[in-house]
């Protein structure tokens, strides 16, 4: 069975975006973007994403963000792929098979709901948290509607960058 891990930047006060969508307000670091990318290319051997997530790179004109992973796109509203190389998925169901399925894990790219989602069916193996050293007050949280809590396990010391980001990971607790 593939883990699955949702690597995610995260306010302070645990928000990954703003209640637009917008995320620009996330500290630039260059040596945390060569390490998460570097992750990305080493770690992982696919990847799962909700349509707005998807849609931030489709609007820039980016039909394939990660050419080397194996992209899944969650929706129910998108009629199709404008790309061969992704797939668009219509259910939680097939997520679980591709987690059953051989290979390495399988990254959680975004967004909010459908992470609160995959965390209420279990679905979520791992938490690799980028918590900037920024309060936004309020926008798209982390997790919204939980039904129980989640016990965290912490799976080493957190790596703290120059600009003040603190990278920490979690296993999920069954």
Do not use: Q
């Amino acid at each position: 069975m593939r883990k699955i891990i949702y690597y995610v930047a995260t306010s302070l006060d645990g928000f990954i975006a703003r209640a637009d969508g917008s995320f620009d307000f996330f500290v630039n670091d260059d040596d945390l973007v060569a390490d998460f990318f570097a992750s990305l290319k080493s770690d992982y051997g696919a990847v799962v994403m909700g349509r707005a997530t998807y849609e931030v790179g489709l609007a820039a004109g980016v039909t394939n963000p990660y050419p080397w992973l194996d992209t899944h796109v969650v929706s129910r509203s998108m009629e199709a792929s404008p790309d061969e190389a992704i797939s668009i998925v219509r259910e939680l169901d097939a997520v679980e098979a591709l987690r059953r399925g051989d290979g390495d894990p399988i990254w959680l790219c975004g967004g909010g709901e459908l992470a609160t989602a995959m965390m209420s069916r279990g679905l979520i193996d791992e938490l690799v948290l980028k918590v900037n050293p920024v309060v936004l007050g309020e926008g798209i949280p982390l997790f919204r509607g939980l039904e129980r809590p989640f016990v965290l396990a912490s799976l080493g010391a957190p790596k703290v960058y120059a600009s003040g980001i603190v990278v920490s990971r979690f296993a999920v607790e069954p």
